[in-house]
T-cell receptor, first 117, second 113 residues
């Protein structure tokens, strides 16, 4: 089955530094990947849609200059949290569609727990 | 306003019983609905898809219903096992022209041995 690998699984960084999270589709090509953020006991909130070879589409209220997304190949998307602050501490999860249909299920990475001190 | 509601209280049941989880939505017209399982500290895993023109879908011990009039989906796990303990998320798709999925906040299921 389709596998999405996300790294790192955990990262602790100091306030003001930047953190890069990688999301790879291991056995399929993903022209579109999605980045979510999840707070404890809350829903997955879509942050942005990452499109291979073009600019990401950000959801309302998400700062594109703070959350930089790059989708340079059909198997890799990266999310960089720039100048991180404690309020950016959260669980970040990427996903990709395994099939070409719009209703194909999403395959998720195992998430990255970001803690900003 | 648009809303997806799943019971925020945990559902606690005895092993062997049927677990029923509810997903209600307002001000959406989804083309399909999906259910996912999420374990602590992990990404969600896809379970079932049901389209707007389908009333019911089954997969092994899982059953999903979709009532577009009531704007509700029910998710059933029959003969529940402790290994079924997890958080279950419903997600609406096709709510606009994009490929986005909108997730509910999930319901935690605890199956007691």
């Amino acid at each position: 089955g389709a596998v999405v690998s996300q790294h790192p699984s955990r990262v602790i960084c100091k306030s003001g530094t930047s953190v890069k999270i990688e999301c790879r589709s291991l056995d399929f090509q993903a022209t579109t990947m999605f980045w979510y953020r999840q707070f404890p006991k809350q829903s997955l909130m879509l942050m942005a849609t990452s499109n291979e070879g073009s600019k990401a589409t950000y959801e309302q209220g998400v700062e594109k200059d703070k959350f930089l997304i790059n989708h340079a190949s059909l198997t890799l998307s990266t999310l960089t949290v720039t100048s991180a602050h404690p309020e950016d501490s959260s669980f970040y999860i990427c996903s990709a569609r395994g099939g070409g249909n719009s209703n194909s299920p999403l395959h998720f990475g195992n998430g990255t727990r970001l803690t900003v001190t | 306003s648009q809303k997806i509601e799943q019971n925020s209280e945990a559902l606690n049941i005895q092993e062997g019983k049927t677990a029923t989880l509810t997903c209600n939505y307002t001000n959406y017209s989804p083309a399909y609905l999906q259910w996912y399982r999420q374990d602590p500290g992990r990404g969600p895993v896809f379970l079932l898809l049901i389209r707007e023109n389908e009333k019911e879908k089954r997969k092994e011990r899982l059953k999903v219903t979709f009532d577009t009039t009531l704007k509700q989906s029910l998710f059933h796990i029959t003969a529940s096992q402790p290994a079924d303990s997890a958080t279950y998320l419903c997600a609406l798709g096709g709510v606009d022209s994009s490929y986005k999925l909108i997730f509910g906040s999930g319901t935690r299921l605890l199956v007691r041995p």
